[in-house]
């Protein structure tokens, strides 16, 4: 099968390139990062089962979540825009702290593709999901992609 035209370029062949335009052999499909892939992704390392450190991580990661799900929804677009009006989304979050704004689309790559969390327990400001929000925020805002994945 041929995929592309490889006659000279004039206005009068215009039809017949246009028909090479399309390739079915060779279509792209990018899988946009949503929320559930990225807490799919994340392999939080917690600490021992039913210690106070545990519950606290536990509540980070659901601050984590509900974080992602309301950049999915574009809830509060104020808050969640950045400082030259685009809103961020969980793709963006995605690309910032690992270099990848999308899904892999190669089945094997998927299935190694993966967030690991640690925690270092200095995090006695972000009880709340507002605290927490703010300084997840101001993290992407000022600070700079991680990107090592």
């Not at 509540?59 to 685009?86: A, V, Y």
């Amino acid at each position: 099968m041929n995929c592309g035209y490889t006659g000279i370029i004039l206005l009068d062949k215009k039809e017949e390139m246009m028909r090479y335009v399309y390739c079915p052999m060779f279509l792209f499909v990018q899988y946009v990062a949503d929320a559930d892939f990225i807490i799919s992704v994340c392999q939080a390392e917690f600490s021992e089962k039913g210690s106070n450190k545990e519950q606290s991580e536990v509540d980070l990661m659901n601050h984590f979540q509900d974080f992602l799900q309301e950049l999915e929804q574009g809830s509060g677009e104020s808050s969640l825009s950045s400082e030259n009006g685009s809103s961020l989304s969980p793709s963006a979050f995605l690309q910032w702290i690992t270099g990848q704004a999308h899904i892999p689309v190669l089945q094997e790559e998927r299935k190694n593709f993966q967030v690991n969390v640690q925690f270092l327990h200095q995090f006695q400001h972000m009880q709340s999901y507002d605290d927490f929000k703010c300084v997840l925020l101001e993290a992407f805002h000022m600070g700079q992609e991680f990107t090592r994945v």
